[in-house]
Structures are given as C-alpha cells and as structure tokens.
C-alpha cells in the first residue's frame, strides 16, 4: 500500500487505497481547482497535504488516522487528531453524506481552520513541520548510502568513503531526531495550553458552521436543478451537484440566484403546506435498497429489535435491494401550467435579473412536487426570445443551456406573452397562471392580443400576474392585462398564496 500511495503520489496521515486517490484528483483537478491552492498554502506551515486530508476525513466512509507516519506528517497529523473531535465536525461530515464534490465544497470552506487559528500555534507546527522534513531528508540520505555501499564492496576506497559519510550522517541523524522531539513536545505543550485549545475548538466549530451551511445551500440548489431538469424526486443525481457548481464557478450571479432561493424557499414551503394543491398522499409500498425519507415504520422497528434473526433478514433485504419503502402519489388537483415570462433586457442585468431566475427556480420546484406543467420564456428585443419547458425525464443539459444565457438588450414583451398564450390554449389548460417578470415600463400590447387575453381568462380561467423587480418601475401599461401587479419587495408571499 505504501508503493502505492508513493506511485499515485497520495501521501496523507489517513489510511488510502487507490480509489482515494482517483477521488482527491477528480474534485481537486475538474470539479474545484482551487483546493489544490489552497493545499499548497496550508501545507506551508502544516505539511503534507492538510486541505487533501481534509476532504478525505470528510468524504471518506470511515477515516482512520495512520497508527504510524513519517516525521514531515507528525505535526499534522497531531493536527487532525484534535480536528476530528471537534464540535460540529461529525454534523459537517452527515451534512455532506459522502457526496465528493460536497466534500470538496465543504474542505474549500471548512479549510478556512488552517489559517484562523492562534499564531503561536502556527509557529510550533511550521517548527516540528520543518524539523520532521529535515530528520526525513537524513533518513533516506541513510538509506541511499546503505544500499550504495553494499554496491561497491569491490572498492575499498569507496567503500571506506561512504562508511564514514555514514557514520557522520548518523550522528546529524541523532542530533536532528532530539530537535524533532523537542519540537513535537513543545507543540503538543501548546496544544494543550487551555487557551490555545479553546481558540483552536471556536476556529474550528465556526468553520464547521460556515462549510455547512455552505454545503445546504449548494446541496439545496442541486435538489432544486434536479426537480427542474426532470430528476428522482427521491434522490438527487450527482450531475446535478456539478451542474450547480459549474453554473455558480462560471457565473458569479449564481451566488446571487442562491441567497435570493434560500429566502423564497421557505415562503414556498409555507405556502405548499397550506395549500391543498402540493399535497401527495400515501397508495402502498415498493420494495428497494435503502431511502430513510420513505422506508416504512415496519423495517425500522425490525432493524430497532435487538432481535438477532430479525436483523439479519434486514441487512440481508438490505443487500439485495428488498426494504419495503412508502409509496406516495400527487393528489390530483386540476390546475393548469405556471407560464413564466422573463424579462432579460439591459435593465435586468445584475441582482435584478437573479431575483427574477430565483422566482422561477422556486416555483418550478413547486410544479414539480404538485405535478404541474412548467414553462419558461425570456424575452428581450425583437426577435430575442427562447423557451424551456420543465421535462418528463431528467435533462439537465437542456436547463443548463437555458439559466446560461442573458439578452441584456431591448423590452418586447408581446412576443412572448403570445407565446404563452399559444401554451396555453394548445391543449385546453384549464387555469393556466402566467407570470411576467420584468422590471417595468414597456411599450402597450396591441389591441390583438389584448382581446386574445380576455378571450383566454373567459374560456380557460387564465391569470396573469406581473411582478415588477424593482420599487421604481413604472407598471401603467401592465394595468391593461394584468390581474394582480406585485413588487418584488414585498409582494411575494401573496403571489405564491395565488399562484401555488
């Protein structure tokens, strides 16, 4: 294992196979690139690999620290020994529920330790690390004139050069190995000062707080994407995760779009749990490997038995994919589609237009949990206008295409609201709601399609909603058609007591 781990250039003070290795390269090296810099800046004081390690504490099934390392690692892995116990580490851990690019997420951020913690502290582990590093650097200069003098016994000379290279060597081995001691102690001394102890606990329990939540919300947004892009309602894809964190690397408005969703999510939820439409109720079982969120009472209470023949038959059920899990339906509600048109002209760009995406993310999730049709059109100038509808089967490619691009240009809304006109009345949706987003003033609507608006609200029960993503906008010309008019700042959970 050592040759491995030396072959796959994986050195670290947990135990690793093989498979660790490919793992800590695919995040590091595809998914999130700058975990590699921020292990070279922490391996500066600590040595090793502290942000690789990290991760594999946190990613891995069971992390168990090597029982012995080389000296360059001693000082870090004194490190993790205190690390791993701290406060809200095992939360952090649970959060990330083996997922390696949550894992990755939450080592970028939980790396933040490393550097908060006191510097009288960081001053012994950059001492014991150096000293570890140099008794290392004698040992296997020893070792390569060991093996070097067994190669030259035909040459006495040589050989009585390379005795005395060793015997001098073994004597800076003595000395070095006394300073790698003195520095261990004088770093386990400080590690046990209680105020260096404290302050290394709150350094890391706020980090652990900070990576989790962190963690939830990119975790959050990936369950969303894939409830969007057609995914598993039971579970969420991984592509999801790199599809969310490929969207918030390539644009930073998508750190925007995600503290906009973690405000609007629980006035959704509030909103579902009121409304008879999101309600879903249970129709039987099914049988599957393990799910916590719908494995019936009846498996728990054989697994919580203590009865040794009960629990076999679990964990053998287990294996083969056999638990009896709840099977729940949509209610049937009737309602028709949520047809959202999106502004995307020059006004929008900025916060604007990630409050707009936020509003449409939330509501698409809604649909999907009440079974409900879900369309997307953006608009801009003339002619600039495309369309998403939420799909079947799980795409994400297609969502990703859609959230990617930005107009920025003119504001012609018309086109668009014919469209969604034409959505509605393709197959006869009864109470289909639309929903403009925009940032206010356009030009009026044609006399046409302000008839072919109230032919559809006599005949389909059609609604229109405006939501002005601005406190200024002027809304004169949305007075025309529209049945509610709401600001952004204010007006959101009545539009989701309508629309949900």
């Known amino acids: ?27 590091s090296e595809k998914e999130i690139p700058k975990l590699q810099d921020l292990n070279r800046e922490a391996a500066q004081i600590y040595g090793g690999n502290p942000v690789q390690d990290l991760f594999l504490s946190l990613y891995k099934r069971s992390p168990q620290l090597l029982d012995r390392v080389d000296p360059d690692l001693s000082p870090l892995k004194r490190f993790f020994e205190i690390l791993v116990e701290v406060p809200g580490f095992r939360s952090l851990r649970e959060t990330v529920g083996q997922d390696k690019i949550l894992a990755g997420i939450a080592a970028s951020n939980y790396g933040e330790v490393f550097e908060n913690i006191p510097e009288e502290l960081k001053e012994a582990m950059k001492d014991a690390r150096q000293k570890g590093e140099s008794l290392q650097t004698k040992r296997r200069q020893y070792e390569s004139l060991s093996e070097l003098l067994g190669e030259v016994t035909d040459k006495p000379e040589k050989m009585q050069q390379i005795q005395q290279e060793i015997e001098n060597l073994s004597e800076e081995i003595s000395a070095t190995e006394k300073a790698f001691v003195e520095a261990m102690e004088n770093l386990n001394h400080t590690l046990d000062n209680p105020k260096i102890k404290g302050m290394v606990k709150l350094a ?34 991984p592509e999801s995760i790199r599809a969310v964190k490929e969207l918030v690397t390539k644009f930073p408005e998508f750190a925007r779009i995600k503290d906009y969703l973690g405000r609007l999510k629980p006035i959704v939820n509030a909103q579902e749990s009121k409304s008879p439409h999101g309600r879903s109720y249970m129709t039987g079982f099914f049988r599957r490997g393990l799910d916590f969120t719908s494995l019936a009472s009846s498996e728990l209470v054989r697994w919580a038995s203590g009865n040794p023949a009960l629990q076999t038959d679990f964990l053998i059920r287990l294996a083969q994919g056999e638990l009896l899990h709840k099977k729940f339906e949509q209610e049937p509600q ?23 995406v936020a509003i449409e993310w939330a509501l698409a999730e809604a649909c999907r949990r009440e079974g409900r049709g879900f369309t997307s059109i953006c608009f801009s100038g003339p002619g600039q206008m495309r369309e998403w509808t939420m799909p079947d089967h799980y795409d994400p490619e297609q969502l990703i295409a859609h959230l990617s691009v ?9 086109q668009a609201i014919k469209r969604a006109l034409d959505i509605a009345t393709e197959k006869q949706n009864q109470g289909p709601d639309i929903l403009i987003l925009t940032d206010g003033y356009h030009t009026p609507l044609s006399s046409d399609l302000l008839n072919r608006i109230r032919n559809a609200k006599t005949h389909l029960g ?13 809304v004169d010309t949305a007075r025309d058609y529209a049945d509610s008019i709401y600001r952004a700042s204010t007006g959101i959970p009545d539009l989701f007591s309508k629309i949900i």
């Open 462 to 474: 059609l609604r229109i909603y405006v939501v002005v993503i601005s406190d200024t906008g002027n």
């Open 204 to 237: 890391g329990v706020n980090a652990a707080n900070d990576a989790k939540e962190e963690v939830k919300s990119t975790a959050s947004l990936a369950r969303g994407f894939d409830l969007a892009a057609g995914g598993n309602p039971q579970r969420v894809d």
């Open 334 to 356: 009737g309602r028709g589609p949520i047809i959202i048109c999106r502004d995307e002209s020059g006004s929008m760009e900025g916060s604007k237009h990630a409050l707009a």
């Open 1 to 27: 294992m050592n040759l491995i781990r030396k072959f796959l250039n994986l050195r670290s003070v947990f135990q690793t196979g093989v498979f660790d290795a490919e793992d800590w390269r695919e995040v």
């Open 406 to 414: 930005f107009y920025g240009e003119g504001t012609e809304p018309e």
